[in-house]
């Protein structure tokens, strides 16, 4: 018989793999200030000021600290 919950999240778009600065942590949760000037919160180990990588909620790991340039094509 087949596990129709593994199809069902077979058929859901990956959770994409985000970039951001940890503003604060409270109680083993980060706030994470994005990019775009949105904010998310985030379970893991981090530091205020830290760049981190943020996947659906979970911190994966820390984020070089590099600058953003923007060009046109």
Known sequence: MPNLYKQFM???SPRPLEV????FVVN???TIEMPG???LQARGAAQAGQRVFVRDGV???EA???TYTQ???
């Not at 951001?20 to 503003?23: E, K, L, P, S």
């Open 10 to 12: 077979d058929l859901q």
């Open 20 to 23: 951001g600065t940890v503003a």
């Open 28 to 30: 083993g949760v980060a």
């Open 37 to 39: 000037g949105g904010r």
């Open 59 to 61: 911190i994966e790991g």
């Open 64 to 66: 070089p600290s590099l």
């Open 71 to 73: 060009g046109e094509v």
